[in-house]
């Protein structure tokens, strides 16, 4: 089980795997999503195909799925859906290893930058934020610091 601890205040905090969550997202356009999510997070599809695909991490791992919100795939929480409002409340946070270099990947790929990169001292990490084509917020993370720099 991978886990990282973090000291606050007299109790610990830690993110384990134990447990992994695989959302769904429903999307207009499944091969230009994978293709963003692909370039800037370093993930790879398994799948692929213009209805759905699945991406994993480097390890293998599959951190997502993305379905066409129009495909009919007897999946009724994707069927009539109001495309503007798709992603209203939710944020993807996606630990990478390397968070200078996917930065620098949204960067070169022009993504909506909603958030520039910086240091979140309540989570104890750096972070930034994109938004995809579909209103998605996707929050790049570096594992816990246990002494918060910049």
């Keep these: 089980m991978l ?5 606050q205040g007299n109790g610990r905090y830690a993110y384990t795997c134990a447990m992994s969550l695989t959302p769904m997202l429903t999307v207009t356009d499944v091969e230009a999503t994978s293709s963003w999510l692909q370039t800037i997070f370093a993930l790879t599809s398994v799948h692929g195909g213009a209805e759905f695909d699945m991406l994993a991490d ?6 997502m799925w ?3 919100h129009d495909a009919d795939h007897d999946h009724p929480q994707t069927t009539g859906l109001d495309m503007s409002r798709v992603g209203a409340g939710v ?3 996606l630990q990478t290893d390397d968070i200078e270099a996917t930065n620098t990947r949204a960067v070169s790929l022009g993504a909506t930058i ?3 990169l910086h240091l979140n001292p309540l989570a104890h990490h750096r972070e930034f934020t994109v938004k995809s ?4 917020l996707f ?3 570096t594992a816990l610091l246990s002494e918060p720099s910049s």
């Design 91 to 93: 944020v993807f946070y």
């Design 133 to 136: 084509a579909d209103g998605y």
């Design 3 to 7: 886990a990282h601890e973090i000291g």
């Design 66 to 68: 993305l379905h066409r």
């Design 114 to 116: 909603v958030e520039e």
């Design 139 to 141: 929050a790049a993370h």
């Design 58 to 63: 480097s390890e293998g791992r599959v951190v």
